[in-house]
C-alpha cells in the first residue's frame, strides 16, 4: 500500500501538474520501475510495472530528491565548503573569467572550453574514475544518454550545449560504489544529486564532484523539426550533422544534410525559436547558475570579450578543491584564468537572473492557483506592479507561441528572417523592459520562505 500511495505522490505532485524537470532520476533510482518516455513535452517518466514493498526506499528517496518539488537551495547552499555568502549566484569562493589554452578544446566549446579542461584534469590526476556526461548517440541525431567514461579523446570531443530537455541521471543505478564519478549537468541535476549526497552521504559518496553549467533557457524537442521546415525540409532523418554552436563563439547552430547542403544560423538568430519551445522547468526554478555545484561554468557574456571572439567562460568555484584545480590548470598552462568581481559577473548575467530569481517567483505565484508548485526557500521581498506587468506580457507571448497552430504557422516562415525579426524585437524588448527589471535587480532581496517542502530537511 505505501508504495502506491509514494507513487500517487510522484504523479500528483510533479508529473500531473508538468512539474517534471526530466532530471531521469525516477529511472535512475529504481528498478525497472519507471522509464523515460519522449512526450512532446520533454521526456517524463513512465510506470513500467506495478510497484512492490521492494520499491519503497527508492520511492522514497526519489521524492527527496525531485527537483520538480522544488529545492531548498539557501539550506542547502549553507552545506557547501564555500566561503563566500551570496543568495543570487549562490555561495562560491571565487570568480573567474576562464579559456582553455589548446585550440583543439577551445575551438569546439561552447564557451571556453573549461567544462572539458577540468574533466581532462580530473582524471589524469586520477582524482575521479569516470565522468558521467550527456552526449548524443552515435549515428542518432537528437538523441542523447549519459556517457559514463574515462576516455580522454572522448571527453574532448564532448563539447557544445545541447539546449534540448534530456534526462541525464537515468543510469544512477548503474554506477559502480568502489568507483569514483564526477557529473556534468544542469541546475536540476545539480540540485538533485547534492540533495542526495548530503541526505545519504555514505550511498552516495562514489559520486565525487558536481560540475554545473549555467542554464537560462531549454526547449522541448521538436525545435529542430520546425527550424528545418523554415527550410523546406520535412524529416529529422535528412541531417547528417547537427551542432548548436559551432564555429566561432558564441557559435552557429550548423546542420549538415545528407545531401551536402548546410544550414546554419547564428546563436542570438535561432533564439527566436525559444518562445515557441521553451521548456516549463526552466521558467519555474531560481537557480541559472547551478548553485549547488562545486563548480559552475557558463558563457562570459561581456562586450569587451564578444569583440576578441575564441570564447570565454564565466566560472564560479564553490569548493577549495576547484579552486586548487584551476590554479594547477594555470601553472601548467592549460587554462588562461583571470579574476573576476562579484558586480560584473552579475551583471554579464543580469537578464537572466532577473528573469530566474523575480520571473520564476511571479510565474510559480500564478501556478500555486492552479495545482502543486515546486517549493523554495527564497523568495523576493518586494515586486513591483510595472514587473509583474511585464511577465503577464511574457506569459503571454509564450502561451500563444506553444500553441501547436501557432507552430505550424510559423514553420513556413524562413528561418533566417525569423531569426533576424526575433533579433530586432528582442533587442527591443530588452531595451524597455530593462528599467524595470535592473531596478528589480538593484533592489532584490531575497528574504527566507518557510513552507513544507523546506520543512523536510
Ligand atoms: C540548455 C542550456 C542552457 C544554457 N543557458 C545558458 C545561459 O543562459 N547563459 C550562459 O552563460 N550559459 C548557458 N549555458 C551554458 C553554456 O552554453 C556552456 O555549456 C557553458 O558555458 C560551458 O561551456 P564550456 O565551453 O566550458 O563547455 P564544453 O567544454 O563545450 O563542454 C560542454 C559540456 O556540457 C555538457 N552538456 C551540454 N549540454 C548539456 C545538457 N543539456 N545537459 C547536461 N550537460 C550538457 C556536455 O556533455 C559537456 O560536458 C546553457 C547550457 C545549456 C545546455
Ligand atoms: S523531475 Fe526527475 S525525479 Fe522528478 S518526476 Fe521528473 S524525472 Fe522524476
Given amino acids: 500500500m505505501e508504495q ?25 533510482l529504481s528498478n525497472n520501475l519507471f522509464k523515460m518516455k519522449e512526450t512532446t513535452k520533454g521526456p517524463i517518466p513512465k510506470l513500467t510495472r506495478k510497484p512492490n514493498l521492494q520499491d519503497i526506499n527508492d520511492l522514497k528517496k526519489i521524492i527527496f530528491a525531485c527537483p520538480g518539488r522544488g529545492v531548498p537551495y539557501n539550506f542547502l ?21 576562464c579559456s582553455s589554452s589548446s585550440k583543439e578544446i577551445r575551438k569546439k566549446a561552447s564557451s571556453g572550453g573549461v567544462v572539458r ?91 565525487k564532484y558536481l560540475i554545473g553549467i549555467y542554464s537560462g533557457t531549454n526547449m522541448y524537442p521538436g525545435a529542430i523539426n520546425f527550424f528545418l521546415k523554415g527550410n523546406n525540409i520535412n524529416y529529422l532523418n535528412e541531417i547528417k550533422k547537427l551542432n548548436w554552436r559551432h564555429g566561432e563563439w558564441p ?52 562586450p569587451k570579450l564578444e569583440s576578441k571572439g575564441h570564447g ?29 568581481d562579484l558586480k560584473e559577473t552579475i551583471s554579464m548575467h543580469a537578464h537572466m537572473i532577473e528573469f530566474k530569481k523575480i520571473g520564476s517567483y511571479i510565474r510559480i505565484q500564478k501556478l500555486k492557483k492552479k495545482g502543486p508548485v515546486p517549493l523554495y526557500d527564497l523568495k523576493p521581498n518586494y515586486v513591483s506592479f510595472s ?21 505550424y504557422l510559423f514553420s513556413f516562415i524562413n528561418s533566417s528572417l525569423m531569426g533576424y525579426l526575433f533579433q530586432t524585437i528582442r533587442s527591443f524588448w530588452k531595451y524597455i523592459s530593462k528599467p524595470t527589471k535592473r531596478k528589480g535587480l538593484n533592489n532584490i532581496k531575497l528574504e527566507n520562505s518557510i513552507n513544507k517542502r523546506v520543512n523536510e530537511f
Avoid at 140 to 152: E, G, M, Q, S, V
Avoid at 313 to 340: A, G
Wanted: glycine share 4%; with cysteine; proline share 3%.
Fill in 4 to 28: 502506491k500511495i509514494l507513487v500517487r505522490k510522484i504523479f500528483d505532485e510533479v508529473i500531473n501538474p508538468g512539474n517534471c524537470f526530466h532530471c531521469g532520476l525516477c529511472e535512475g
Fill in 77 to 97: 547552499s549553507k552545506k557547501l565548503e564555500a566561503k563566500k555568502k551570496n543568495k543570487v549566484i549562490g555561495n562560491y569562493n571565487s570568480l573567474f573569467i
Fill in 117 to 207: 579542461s577540468i574533466l581532462l584534469e580530473l582524471i589524469k590526476s586520477k582524482k575521479v574514475d569516470y565522468v558521467c556526461v550527456l552526449d548524443e548517440k552515435k549515428n542518432k541525431i537528437l538523441k542523447f544518454d549519459t556517457l559514463i567514461t574515462n576516455n580522454l579523446q572522448e571527453i574532448i570531443d564532448i563539447s557544445q550545449s545541447i539546449y534540448q530537455t534530456t534526462p541525464l541521471l537515468h543510469k544512477l543505478k548503474k554506477l559502480r560504489k568502489n568507483k569514483v564519478y564526477c557529473f556534468v549537468g544542469l541546475p536540476e541535476h545539480i540540485a538533485s544529486l547534492r540533495i542526495l549526497k548530503i541526505k545519504f552521504p555514505d550511498e552516495f559518496k562514489h559520486i
Fill in 251 to 302: 557559435g552557429k547552430l550548423r546542420i549538415i544534410l545528407k545531401n551536402k547542403r548546410i544550414l546554419s544560423l547564428k546563436k542570438f538568430y535561432y533564439n527566436y525559436l525559444i518562445p515557441f519551445f521553451i521548456s516549463k522547468s526552466c521558467m519555474i526554478t531560481p537557480d541559472f547558475t547551478a548553485e549547488l555545484s562545486d563548480i559552475s561554468i557558463g558563457d562570459a557574456w561581456s
Fill in 312 to 340: 570565454y567562460s564565466v566560472v564560479i568555484s564553490r569548493s577549495n578543491d576547484f579552486d586548487k584545480i584551476l590554479h594547477k590548470l594555470k601553472t601548467k598552462k592549460d587554462l588562461e584564468l583571470n579574476k573576476v
Fill in 387 to 407: 514587473r509583474k506587468i511585464v511577465e503577464d506580457f511574457i506569459g503571454f507571448v509564450i502561451f500563444i507561441f506553444s500553441k501547436p497552430s501557432v507552430k
